[in-house]
């Protein structure tokens, strides 16, 4: 087992393109959770330091060239970021993999790739932001301007900070916008490090700034900035509440919130029971079960219950753990010890509620945050396992009868982030995918994401959509302009 | 159409004083809560009085909603829409029954325009003309709106086919503001209804009767119980119940920036329910040396004085630039002085009482501010009449940016005169505030239009024009002015909610 010698080169705040210490000279440390140990310490910005960070962006927005460039301009310097991206991939995904605890296969070949897409998908839509001409009732032209809101605040948490910054970033960035990101403190380097890629990919002085620091200080003073024109977050529902909280307490400014999720799978009699299986393992243990997207409620048919739970058993004993960097390795450990501690306490939990613990449950390995993959079966929907986020590599399986309970069920949840659904039979797939309130249905596959997908939450998972063109929403205004018109030969 | 309108009215009745009007004043004729349908007493039994700004009498005793009344409207509302036939209706059959529930209030359009002159101040000849026709036009509008919310197929990087469903978000509530009762009731319902929404609906408590009148023409035109419900009451009992509910999948606000952010901050600690909010302004209206003083003067005084300054796109900050600025302010002054205040049923009216006794008294606070900050008082700047709320139009010039009567907004006749000299000037002046609702541009220069236009902060240009309102114009705030848009087919997003749907394709011939 080896794992390199990482050499972190960026630790510091990135404000108005320059990495520099928090005002107030104060660090944290950030741990690898493989194994416990300090990685690397970082500066942490406070609100004096947002401060200085927001006044970068705006005036990196009210007198710079970044919103001031065309769309085609933009596009050229998201496309060089997006190959800068590509060439620096075995170090960022290290940064991921040392810092939140994530494997390094999955990471360099799935979700770094995905980031630099990400950014090529935003970088062609930055010349295609069209806004109408409308039909008015009467001699007056008018037309809409979608303009570029402002100084955006990003709050990123820890789960996929690469994914991410990606998702908000690039979008604002083609609207025309500047920011302020503030990655959660447990993960703190990549972002750092995409900071860096930013300036050598041309991005402007201003237009990108990173606030490493703690949820209530420095993003507080994100939330609640008097001169941030939009926030978007994404993270747990409670600090989603107090970011709305606080955005509206202080200057209105718009918010968008992608929150937790309880999202059902659902495998009916019909269904490929193989690739049923398969999905249920990836949607629940990848990432260490840290995804707001889980299919943490797998509702199995009684018709295929038995032989599914099975299935199930086995490849859930055979997720193997083992070095993060070694490519056969697809269990890691969870991304902190307050995590780790919550997620134990549900599986406690969930044994003391009568559950049935076919296998895992238990913590493991003499260093590192790992946790046993987990299977209960006989869940039922009144037990804490079926209720709350648990955001850890545990599976739960209830059993059902009919179609209408089983929408019946799966929407029996203050969430809705997204679901699944196991089936051959067309109808079932229409009435089941029209019944889930959720923002993602998936037939027959899982986390099915792509760059033209819009995603977002129903329900207390949140409001907003990011990616597809859907994503711009949030980064632009909506202006109106009318003039009257004369001898117009048609109206 | 409604700017043009209500100018040319304004012209007529300036010039031919002696028409008569046949308004009657309306029996009240509901004053009870609706909800599932029927018109029923508060849980409480507690009623409260609208109050006439005319006369500053009592019209009517109001059912009091609170709480309980709320959870019992959203109680309906959650029924018919997880049950009801509302949202299983095909768009098309929404439509139809929309235009249908249009026809009723053409009908009744000048009951409707009667009950918002005695409730709101409105005067009858101006609104009967100018803003109910456009209540109409919204919901005819939406309501062929109904059978055309797109979803999108998507373009995946994969082999997996996609598609976007737009999905009704649910329950609604919409907390809806006293200046234009009718109006606002139209504006919200119409495209929730459309999105194939249910919805609880709170009036102002200033002026309750007409959404209790247009939920009985909702009735009438077949609209199933439960879907249009509405609670009248008070803002710290039922508008706050509503805001905070539990089970309202979605707020929609139109009032003032503080109430707003009351409503966004309940919305958060309650369940996370998205908001749009429209929200106060102080929006200015630059005049440009080579703007047509005499029509500019008439623009200016609709975009400052029309609805007795009770409009939140009012241009209060009038900026002209020095080459005419003498010759504009002695015309406005005396164009000014040919407002006619009084009663709004007599046809000669231009503009009638304030709503209420608190907006009379903060008005004249204000009035009285800019007299002491040192503003000059161009005409005006009294109240009149020896009972109701009524206050001349006030023109105040020498205005500094700092002065109290610039930066808040008054919600009243009061318009501040500024002059200027250089468009850049105009520009940073213009946007050197919280809001950014509307503003007003008047100059015959194309490169001065567009660069004006695109550089203020605010979610509507006027060129050459003001309050040029139309169903496909979609219209909101920037920065503190709020956020979200009402008309055109963007005022149906708030009421939708985006689903994608992802399976894999095997064997396509293309990707």
């Not at chain 1, 806004?131 to 007056?140: C, D, E, H, P």
């Not at chain 2, 503001?177 to 999105?195: D, E, H, I, Q, Y």
Request: include cysteine.
């Amino acid at each position: 087992m080896s794992s390199p010698k990482h050499e972190i080169k960026f630790t510091k705040l990135f404000i108005n393109g320059e990495f520099v210490d928090s005002l107030s000279g104060n660090t944290f440390e950030t741990i690898d959770p493989a194994t416990e140990q300090v990685l690397a310490t970082v500066a942490e910005g406070r609100k004096e330091d947002v401060d200085l960070a927001v006044k970068a962006a705006r005036e990196a927005f009210d007198t710079g060239p970044w919103p001031r460039l065309s769309g085609e301009a933009r596009r050229k310097i998201l496309l060089k970021f997006a190959d800068l991206i590509d060439e620096n991939a075995d170090e960022l995904a290290t940064l991921e993999v040392i810092d939140g605890g994530k494997l390094f296969g999955p990471v360099r070949y799935f979700e770094v790739p995905i980031s630099s897409e990400t950014f090529r998908y935003f970088a062609g839509a930055a010349d295609k932001i069209r806004g109408a001409t409308l039909k008015m009732s009467s001699n007056i032209q008018a037309y809409t301007l979608r303009e570029p809101i402002g100084v955006v605040g990003h709050i990123i948490p820890w789960n996929g900070p690469a994914y991410m910054f990606a998702t908000k970033v690039a979008p604002a960035l083609a609207a025309g916008c500047t920011m302020v990101v503030k990655p959660a403190e447990q993960t703190p380097l990549t972002v750092l490090f995409f900071a860096h890629l930013s300036k050598l990919a041309g991005v402007p002085d201003g237009v990108i700034n990173v606030v490493n620091g703690f949820g209530n200080t420095a993003g507080a003073a994100v939330s609640s900035h008097m001169d941030i024109d939009a926030v978007t977050f994404t993270g747990s529902t409670e600090v989603g509440r107090a970011v709305m909280h606080a955005a509206a307490s202080s200057n209105l400014k718009p918010v968008s919130l992608e929150l937790g999720g309880k999202s059902p799978f659902i495998v009916f009699d019909d269904a490929d029971i193989d690739k049923a299986a398969e999905l249920a393992i990836l949607g629940n243990l990848t990432n260490k079960g840290e995804m707001c997207v889980a299919g943490s409620r797998v509702f199995v048919q009684e018709g295929v219950h038995d032989v599914f739970v099975k299935k199930l058993k086995v490849m859930v004993k055979g997720w193997a753990t083992g070095d993060p960097f070694d490519l056969a390795t697809r269990h890691g450990p969870q991304n902190n010890k307050q995590q780790y501690e919550k997620v134990l306490s549900c599986i406690e939990r969930g044994k003391k509620e009568g559950a049935t613990l076919v296998t895992g449950g238990k913590p493991f390995g003499t260093k590192g945050y790992y946790i046993e993959p987990t299977l209960f079966t006989n869940v039922t929907d009144d037990m804490s396992i079926a209720k709350d986020e648990i955001f850890g590599p545990v599976i739960s399986v209830l059993k059902f009868k009919t179609v209408d309970e089983v929408i019946k069920r799966a929407n029996a949840t203050k969430y809705g982030l997204a679901s699944g659904v196991m089936t051959k039979n067309i109808d079932t797939a229409n009435t089941v995918s029209r019944s889930i309130r959720a923002g993602a249905v998936w037939v027959n596959c899982f986390i099915a994401l792509d760059r033209d997908a819009p995603h977002g939450g129903y329900k207390m998972s949140g409001f907003g959509r990011e990616q597809g063109l859907e994503a711009l929403e949030h980064y632009l205004q909506v202006k109106t302009v009318a003039t009257p018109i004369y001898d117009s030969p048609w109206l | 159409m409604a700017s043009l309108i209500k100018h040319k009215i304004m012209a007529e009745i300036h010039n031919n004083g002696d028409s008569k009007s046949s308004a009657k004043i309306p029996k009240i004729k509901f004053t009870k809560l609706f909800i599932n349908g029927e018109f029923v007493d508060s849980v409480s039994g507690r009623t409260f009085e609208t109050i006439d700004p005319r006369t500053e009498e009592v019209i009517a005793n109001v059912a009091e909603g609170d709480k309980e009344d709320v959870d019992l409207a959203v109680e309906a509302a959650r029924f018919a829409f997880d049950h009801g036939p509302w949202p299983r209706m095909s768009g098309s059959e929404r439509g139809k029954m929309m235009m249908k529930f249009v026809d009723l209030v053409e009908e009744n359009l000048e009951e409707l325009t009667a009950l918002d002159a005695i409730d709101a101040g409105k005067v009858f000849e101006i609104a009967k003309v100018g803003e109910m026709p456009f209540a109409a036009s919204i919901l005819r509008y939406y309501a062929g709106a109904a059978d055309k919310i797109h979803g999108k197929t998507m373009k995946m990087a994969n082999q997996l086919q996609g598609y976007t469903l737009c999905e009704p978000i649910g329950v609604v509530g919409h907390i809806i503001p006293w200046n234009f009762p009718v109006g606002m009731f139209f504006f919200k319902t119409s495209p929730a209804l459309a999105a194939g929404c249910t919805m609880v609906i709170k009036p102002a408590e200033q002026t309750p009767l007409s959404a209790l009148y247009c939920a009985h023409l909702a009735k009438l035109a077949g609209i199933p119980d439960g879907v249009i419900n509405v609670i009248t009451g008070f803002g710290t009992t039922a508008g706050a119940a509503i805001s905070s509910h539990m089970d309202i999948d979605c707020l929609s606000f139109t009032g003032s920036t503080e109430v707003g952010r009351v409503v966004m901050q309940a919305a958060a600690t309650s369940n996370l329910k998205s908001v749009s909010l429209e929200l106060g302004g102080k929006s200015p209206l630059i005049i440009f040396d080579d703007a047509d003083v005499d029509s500019t003067v008439n623009l200016a005084l609709l975009g400052g004085f029309a609805n007795k300054g009770e409009f939140c796109v009012c241009s209060s900050r009038i900026f002209v630039q020095d080459g005419i600025y003498e010759e504009f302010i002695t015309k406005l002054a005396r164009n000014a002085k040919g407002i006619t205040v009084g009663d709004p049923f007599a046809p000669t009216t231009h503009q009638g009482p304030q709503v209420d006794k608190k907006q009379y008294e903060k008005v004249l606070s204000y009035i009285e501010h800019g007299k002491r900050q040192g503003a000059t008082l161009l005409t005006g700047g009294k109240p009149c009449g020896e009972k109701g709320y009524y206050i001349e139009p006030t023109i105040f010039t020498d205005v500094t940016d700092d002065m109290l009567i610039a930066t808040d907004e008054i919600f009243g006749p009061v318009i501040s005169v500024f002059k200027f000299k250089t468009i850049e000037e105009a520009i940073t002046r213009a946007n050197s505030t919280r809001y950014g609702l509307a503003a007003g541009i008047a100059t015959k220069d194309l490169n001065i239009a567009n660069t004006v236009s695109r550089s203020l902060r605010a979610g509507i240009v006027w060129i050459n024009c003001y309050l040029a309102f139309d169903a496909d114009v979609p219209y909101g705030g920037y920065k503190g002015s709020g956020f979200g848009r009402e008309f055109g087919m963007e005022g149906l997003y708030k009421y939708l909610q985006v689903k994608s749907v992802v399976t894999p394709v095997h064997n396509s011939p293309w990707l």
